[in-house]
């Protein structure tokens, strides 16, 4: 009986394992390994089922081993058991010889190895064989590979095991990894190699293990466009930089190739040499960096002086602060019987810097004050050298009858190592009281510096008063003076390259952050004198205002802000319209950036309002929409980020203002016969106020029909009587917002199916449809499919494009009233699923479309969808849209022809496969767009799409057009407009890069 059931499990196994070796179907694996886990036969039965396959031609013994490694993955890790598992690896250990068979044994040991503890009285034996059966460098790459990925597995997992072996080991892993030239590999073997260093005994292997890694420096791999294995230079140089210093046997070959780089006339190789040294230094001890530290400073020397290119200069200066840190005063070598310390090694570094303070030759100067800024920015002692031995004959040499370009170098020096001290005293507080010892005589310095009428000095010293003033290093006295200094280099206009304007705004910005009260006294109205002026200094300052305003307090952010708005009110000509824009901007930037909004309400949101109903003529600044625009962004900054309280406080307010709520509430210096209405055309100038105080509320605070149903319900009358104009929309958002945020109750469910009712007939009802379907659908609301349905049932009948415009402001999730940051609820996915439940509809209502107006009404809305999803929910449609797409660029409609171009170059881009069969009437449409009639904005985006083309497609699929497209685009060269012209030459470069492949 037993050996029928044998017998039985055998013919199972054989035939299953035929199968397999003759469909070669990796998927068969699958189905055998479930017999096994289900117990129908063993992996033993398996392997003998294979025996003669095993001893067949090299092919077959090859498919074989692949169909037992391919069971052992798919087995639940509790399987095969121990018993089974060591005849496994007897048997993979035995098929290591076999050529034919060696990738897929090494790939069952490590499936073995997924199964806990499996190999591990296996380690040493198996890495012998690795050693004696396999001689890597003569396999193919996907063999080699696999042996260094059980190299890995082998070693992170047994290496307390493996250390048995000694130093044979490490010869055995040399003897791999020599000449290995593949990136795939070589990035497993620059993770190796560190780990062998760090955890065996290296022995007499040191030097050859360091050179077999070394001897790739310097890394010049470029990667292949769209690599799919995912080899960068970048982790290859850093793997390579990680086994150069991986022991510290390797210190003196290490440095010696690495200076020896230096010497390369390729600068890229001299940034990766001084980078690798920094790293180096990092990593290795001072014993045995010490011998090298003359070699350094001189490598360093030699790039600062013979070097232009700034990012050797850089990546030298990092070595030199490496080299530094290294030598902190606690650490102290001794070598040869003597004592070697930090200050022997700047010892140079100084004596040079000192001698050449009065040298003809400037660059001199600010080459050596390199050193010293990196020296006073690594650690403080490096700092507390520098003060001592430089500072003095520094000063005393800029006092000196010299000329002004020696004054400059040494004033830029002495700011730099002031800044670099500061930085350093974040660290170490060390620093911070070197500076407070030498204070004095560094701020008399700075301010001598803008004494002068030199534009780069002046510039100097501001940077050095900045930084002391950073750290609070002035008394009351002294930041007057630097006040002085400000007012009068900061607020001087200049068109030198070289103005201190905007080094001076920045003390101004440090002054009122650390001294606020002189900055209040002293340059605050001088400041706001300077930005009533629409000059060119102006914008200068209006940038650097609101940093000011954060940083400066709450009394000195309330000053600006009350500044500029009593300068708004001023500007009542058309002259200063872009200056009072400047202004807005400056103001909204306030209000996102101040960290307490509760106290700039009282100074912004009602002023603003005040300031806008004074403005009597429309030649005012504050009637301005681009002006309006960036004070109701103001407002909006400033009540999202309140209070409730102060929320809810301005919620009341705003809705007295328009009479929705009572009592009511007057602003400063209104008549109290001035009754504002939402439809009164004389406070149209609020409505975009009213719209940013209620969409910025939280949902908690938001209005909501159980408290403002009358207010609401003014809202909507108020959009349907305004009409399609700037004025509804400010209010329909205000009611889109409302209604996003409302609580999910039968009362929002009442108010929607009621404004559902209304005549659609008006631009207004359209409009308010359009916003309580964005308001709902961004939202997710339960109940918007009749919404929806009632959208696209008004769409059948608007011949006036304003419902197929406003799909595109339903998938709009860019503005500023309705999204996560002023408290909306956006549903994740929202437009996707609009998308999908509308797509269908849309396009069979496009086919039945009676009319060619009624044709390019839904053609204007598909291109809208198209444009509001994501990429990847497009171009599972792709098939379906693609008709639609080419009628529009046979369309007269330049907005859905635009859209449709855009649509397809970034389809082009992404999934070029998708149109790759379309390339013939891809390109017939889009030579037809590249000339007039053709607006300028269609022009452009089929030459881009033409472009992509050219870039996209197989050169084989182009060639029969590459002569008439290239003839073709003369037409588009000769174009009136400039950005047509460029787009055309970008467009037949590319097709030219065909013709040539051709």
């Avoid at 070959?253 to 006339?265: I, N, R, V």
């Avoid at 700092?383 to 800029?398: D, I, K, M, N, R």
């Amino acid at each position: 009986k037993a050996r029928r059931l044998r017998e039985t499990k055998m013919a199972t196994a054989t035939e299953k394992v035929s199968t397999f070796l003759k469909e070669r179907d990796e998927n068969l694996a699958i189905g055998i390994a479930q017999d096994v886990e289900q117990g129908l036969y063993t992996l033993l039965n398996v392997i003998e089922a294979l025996e003669q396959p095993l001893t067949g031609e090299g092919q077959l013994r090859g498919l074989a081993c692949l169909l037992i490694a391919l069971v052992i993955e798919r087995l639940p890790l509790s399987m095969p058991n121990a018993q089974e598992g060591n005849v496994l690896v007897t048997f993979l250990l035995g098929r290591l010889k076999d050529h034919a068979s060696l990738t897929p044994t090494l790939k069952g040991l490590l499936a073995l190895h997924q199964r806990p503890s499996m190999l591990q009285p296996h380690a040493i034996q198996i890495m012998t064989k690795l050693y004696d059966d396999v001689f890597v460098q003569a396999q193919g790459q996907e063999a080699r590979q696999a042996v260094y990925l059980l190299d890995r597995a082998l070693f992170f997992a047994y290496h307390a095991e493996l250390k048995s072996m000694g130093t044979p080991l490490v010869a055995g892993f040399i003897q791999q990894i020599d000449a290995e030239k593949d990136p795939r590999c070589l990035m497993i073997v620059f993770e190796l190699v560190p780990f062998v260093a760090q955890h065996f005994d290296l022995g007499t292997l040191s030097k050859e293990l360091f050179e077999i890694a070394s001897c790739y420096f310097p890394i010049t791999f470029d990667p292949p466009k769209n690599d799919p294995y995912g080899v960068t230079k970048e982790g290859l140089v850093g793997g390579l930089r990680a086994c150069m210093h991986a022991h510290p046997s390797f210190a003196k070959a290490c440095l010696e190739l690495l200076l020896d780089k230096t010497s390369s006339t390729v600068n890229d190789t001299k940034v990766e040499c001084f980078q690798s040294l920094k790293e180096a230094l990092e990593n290795f001890y001072i014993i045995d960096v010490w011998p090298f530290q003359r070699k350094i400073y001189a490598a360093v020397r030699t790039e600062l002086f013979q070097n232009i290119d700034s990012e050797v200069q850089q990546a030298a200066l990092g070595a030199f602060s490496a080299m530094l840190l290294l030598l902190k005063p606690s650490s102290l070598v001794q070598e040869a019987g003597q004592h070697s310390s930090l200050n022997e090694f700047m010892e140079p570094v100084l004596t040079e810097a000192v001698r050449h303070l009065a040298d003809i030759d400037m660059g001199i100067i600010t080459l050596h004050g390199k050193l010293l800024v990196a020296a006073c920015g690594t650690l403080a002692a490096g700092a507390e050298l520098v003060f001592q031995g430089y500072l003095q004959p520094a000063l005393t040499q800029f006092m000196a009858e010299g000329e002004v370009q020696q004054q400059r170098a040494i004033g830029e020096v002495l700011s730099g190592i002031t800044q670099a001290t500061v930085e350093c005293g974040k660290r170490d507080p060390e620093a911070l009281q070197l500076l407070r010892k030498h204070h004095p005589a560094l701020f008399h310095q700075f301010c001598q510096c803008c004494q002068g009428t030199d534009e780069q000095l002046q510039g100097a010293g501001l940077r050095g008063l900045r930084s002391l003033l950073s750290v609070k290093l002035c008394d009351e006295m002294q930041a007057t003076m630097a006040a002085d200094v400000i007012k009068r280099l900061a607020f001087t206009f200049s068109e030198s390259r070289f103005s201190p304007v905007e080094t001076g705004l920045l003390a101004a910005t440090m002054l009122g952050t650390h001294y606020p009260t002189t900055f209040a006294q002293e340059v605050l109205p001088s400041l706001l004198a300077t930005v009533a002026q629409p000059v060119a200094l102006t914008h200068q300052v209006l940038r650097a205002i609101p940093t000011m305003a954060t940083n400066g307090g709450s009394e000195i952010a309330q000053a600006i802000v009350e500044g500029l708005l009593a300068q708004l009110a001023t500007m009542k000509s058309l002259d200063t319209q872009q200056h009072a824009v400047d202004m807005a901007k400056a103001l909204a930037a306030i209000a996102f950036h101040h960290p307490l909004p509760d106290i700039l309400v009282t100074s912004l949101v009602e002023p603003v309002m005040d300031t806008c109903l004074q403005a009597s003529t429309p030649q005012h600044a504050m009637r301005n929409a681009a002006v309006a625009d960036a004070l109701a962004q103001a407002v909006a900054n400033c009540i999202k980020g309140c209070s409730e309280a102060v929320q809810q406080a301005q919620l009341a307010f705003v809705l007295s203002l328009f009479q929705l709520q009572a009592p009511e509430a007057r602003l400063p210096n209104q008549p109290d016969e001035l009754h504002c209405t939402l439809a009164d055309p004389a406070a149209a100038c609020l409505l975009p106020y009213l719209q940013a105080i209620v969409c910025s509320l939280t949902r908690g605070t938001s209005p909501t029909l159980s408290t403002h149903a009358a207010a609401i319900q003014s809202l909507a009358s108020a959009v349907v009587e305004l009409g399609d104009n700037e004025s509804s929309e400010a209010v329909a958002g205000a009611l889109a917002a409302v209604l996003n945020k409302h609580p999910d109750t039968p009362l929002l469910q009442d108010f929607v199916q009621q404004q559902l009712q209304l005549d659609l007939q008006e631009d207004g009802s359209k409009l308010l449809l359009l916003y309580i379907t964005k308001a709902l659908v961004t939202r997710g609301y339960r109940q918007q499919q009749p919404v929806t349905t009632a959208y696209f049932e008004a769409l059948k009948k608007d011949d006036s494009k304003l419902l197929a415009n406003g799909i595109g402001v339903i998938l709009n999730d860019q503005v500023w009233w309705l999204c996560k940051s002023t408290h909306a609820q956006v549903r994740l996915m929202y437009k996707q699923r609009f998308f999908q439940e509308n797509l269908g509809s849309v396009l069979e209502a496009y086919r039945q479309g009676a009319s060619d107006v009624e044709r390019r009404k839904y053609m204007l809305a598909i291109g809208h969808l198209l444009q509001g999803v994501p990429q990847a929910v497009l171009t599972s449609h792709f098939d379906q849209v693609l008709p639609v797409v080419f009628d529009s660029l046979d369309g007269i409609d330049p907005t859905a022809t635009q859209a449709s171009l855009e649509l397809l170059a970034s389809m082009l881009n992404s999934s070029p496969e998708l149109l790759e069969g379309h390339a013939g009437s891809l390109i017939k449409r889009g030579l037809r767009l590249i000339q007039p009639p053709a607006p300028l904005p269609v022009r452009r985006a089929a030459l881009q799409c033409l472009t992509q083309v050219a870039y996209m497609f197989e050169s084989t699929k182009l060639m029969p057009y590459t002569k008439s497209v290239i003839k073709q685009l003369g037409v588009a060269l000769d174009d009136k407009k400039r950005i047509v012209r460029q787009a055309a030459a970008d467009c037949r470069c590319a097709w030219y890069a065909v013709r040539y492949t051709e």
